[in-house]
Structures are given as C-alpha cells and as structure tokens.
C-alpha cells in the first residue's frame, strides 16, 4: 500500500518499470541512481 500523497500504484509502477530496464551501459537508471548515493555496491560512496 502507498502513501496517500502518492500517486496511484499504477502509475508509480509505471515510472519503476522505465527506471528499471537496462540501458546500452547494461545498467538501468535505477541502479546507477543508487550506486551513485553509496546504496549499491560500485565507485561512488557516500
């Protein structure tokens, strides 16, 4: 279940799915978001 503030779970789905599919780097934007925060294991940290 989702916030209320938040859009309908479809929607927020949606945007999961585009931000989840690899990219030509093999990486989906998603990951390189979290690696870049320190969340996943990679070159950049917190």
């Known amino acids: 279940m989702l916030p209320k ?3 309908k779970w ?3 789905h949606a945007y999961f ?3 989840s ?3 030509e780097n ?3 934007f998603l ?3 979290l690696k870049k ?3 996943l ?3 950049a940290s917190r």
């Open 21 to 23: 599919e690899k990219q």
């Open 10 to 12: 479809r929607t927020v």
């Open 37 to 39: 925060h320190g969340y």
């Open 41 to 43: 294991p990679g070159k």
């Open 31 to 33: 990951e390189e978001a």
């Open 5 to 7: 503030d938040f859009p």
């Open 17 to 19: 799915q585009i931000w």
């Open 26 to 28: 093999g990486l989906s």
